[in-house]
């Protein structure tokens, strides 16, 4: 079936160091969706990309669509202790109903 | 504005017992509807969606089940749990056509002993 991988599984950073997380895809994708988690706490949507090469940003957050749709990242700059999280990438799945497919997720943890 | 309730907040449960999640949203009408689950410090699995009333898709073969009674409720249900079982279980919508996004309910984190 549909999968994302999406790396690294865990981040440790001093606070005011930059995070990126990356998912991949064997396959073209659609589109793909970003949400974050807080530790105890639900998936929140952040982002949707669909273009070819998208680049979205958030105040700190930004957001990449690549060229063949099969990749994504998401990068903070100066991570702040707010931040922490697990970041997740979720792409359609097969067969259709908006079915989302998570990647695994990248749990950051940010030390002031 | 749309809000999406899930009850209760924490379950203990021995192994052996039934289960009864329940999930509400509130503020919109025949929105697909999703069951998660988490296990600890894990990803999202897909467990079930409906896209109407009596209308349920599983995605995977497990110990649960789900119903959908009523156009803005969604029930996720066991006859006897499992230790497997224990997870973060997760509701959420989507709007309708138009958008792919999901909107996540604050959860149920079940301990099964």
């Known amino acids: 079936g549909q999968q994302v991988m999406q790396i690294p599984q865990y981040q440790h950073v001093q606070e005011g160091e930059d995070f990126t997380t990356y998912c991949n895809s064997s396959t073209t994708l659609s589109n793909i969706q970003w949400y974050k988690q807080r530790p105890g706490g639900h998936p929140v949507f952040l982002i949707q990309?669909?273009?070819?090469?998208e680049v979205k940003k958030q105040k700190r957050l930004t957001f990449q669509f690549g060229e063949a749709k099969k990749n994504s990242s998401l990068h903070i700059t100066a991570t702040q202790t707010t931040d922490v999280g697990t970041y997740f990438c979720a792409v359609l799945g097969r067969g259709g109903y908006n079915k989302l497919i998570f990647g695994a997720g990248t749990r950051l943890a940010v030390h002031p | 504005s749309q809000t999406i309730h899930q009850w209760p907040a924490t379950l203990v449960q021995p192994v052996g017992s039934p289960l009864s999640l329940e999930c509400t949203v509130e503020g919109t009408s025949n929105p697909n509807l999703y069951w998660y689950r988490q296990a600890a410090g894990r990803g999202l699995q897909l467990l079930f969606y409906?896209?109407?009333?009596?209308?349920i898709s599983s995605e995977v073969p497990q110990n649960l089940s789900a119903s959908r009674p009523q156009d803005r409720q969604f029930i996720l249900s066991s006859k006897k749990l499992l230790l497997s079982d224990s997870g973060f279980y997760l509701c959420?919508?989507?709007?309708?056509?138009?958008?792919?996004?999901?909107?996540f309910g604050p959860g149920t984190r079940l301990t099964v002993l």
């Open positions: 409906s896209v109407g009333i009596g209308q």
């Open positions: 990309l669909v273009k070819s090469g």
């Open positions: 959420a919508w989507r709007a309708g056509l138009g958008t792919d996004t999901q909107y």
